[in-house]
């Protein structure tokens, strides 16, 4: 089974700070990671993923995730929040193996708030 | 351009009465999948379809169905037997590389009176 817990539901900073988004996961097969964004009243959009290799995955708009299995996790973050970043996200794990059903699973979201 | 379209955007309707949710694709992917949006409660799966003719029900399927009769077409009804239909409805496929991400529509909103 797997499944993915989001700390902090809502997570405010001031504009120029450093955004940290926390996803931890737990599967019982290397899984592949996702960080998806959500502004309000529209569809989720792919930040970034991770699958294998490289730790440290660059996406869209300036953020970034690093996987780190001993933790079991995989942050979102980004060197200066600006007022257009301000939108929900979601982590998502699904296993990484054949057989998969390839249902994605989702933490419950956390609201990011940009003050200015 | 290609992308999943969702209509309507907004809806209301009457306790009791039976809707039906579009979702149209044009990114010739097989897999669907339809979710169920709360505060809070992050994304629920309700039904998937992985090929055409065929579908599973998904984590909360009770009082949705579903029909997949074509490849870019994947509509879902939610029923009366629906307790609380009243939610943010997302549609979305799956793309063709092997790490299965989703690609999402822009939602539907359904408000029950």
């Known amino acids: 089974a797997q499944s993915v817990t989001q700390l902090g539901s809502h997570v405010s900073v001031s504009e120029g700070a450093l955004v940290l988004l926390r996803c931890n996961y737990s599967?019982?097969?290397?899984?592949?990671l996702f960080w998806y964004v959500q502004y309000p009243n529209q569809g989720l959009q792919l930040l970034l993923k991770y699958t294998t290799g490289a730790t440290l995955v660059k996406g869209i708009n300036g953020f970034e995730a690093e996987f780190k299995k001993s933790e079991t996790s995989f942050h979102l973050t980004k060197p200066s929040a600006h007022m257009s970043d301000a939108a929900e996200y979601f982590c998502?794990?699904?296993?990484?193996?054949?057989?998969?059903?390839?249902?994605?699973?989702f933490g419950k979201g956390t609201l990011l708030t940009v003050n200015p | 351009d290609g992308g999943i379209t969702q209509s309507p955007k907004y809806l209301f309707r009457k306790e009791g009465q039976n809707v039906t949710l579009s979702c149209e694709q044009n990114l010739n992917h097989d897999a669907m999948y339809w979710y169920r949006q709360d505060p809070g409660q992050g994304l629920r799966l309700i039904y998937y379809s992985q090929i055409v003719n065929d579908f599973q029900k998904g984590d909360i399927a009770e009082g949705y169905s579903v029909s997949r009769e074509k490849k870019e077409s994947f509509p879902l009804t939610v029923t009366s037997a629906q307790k609380n239909p009243t939610a943010f409805y997302l549609c979305?496929?799956?793309?063709?590389?092997?790490?299965?991400?989703?690609?999402f529509g822009e939602g539907s909103r359904l408000t029950v009176l």
């Open positions: 998502a794990v699904r296993p990484n193996s054949r057989g998969s059903n390839y249902k994605l699973t």
């Open positions: 979305a496929s799956k793309g063709t590389s092997a790490t299965g991400e989703l690609f």
């Open positions: 599967s019982s097969v290397p899984p592949y």
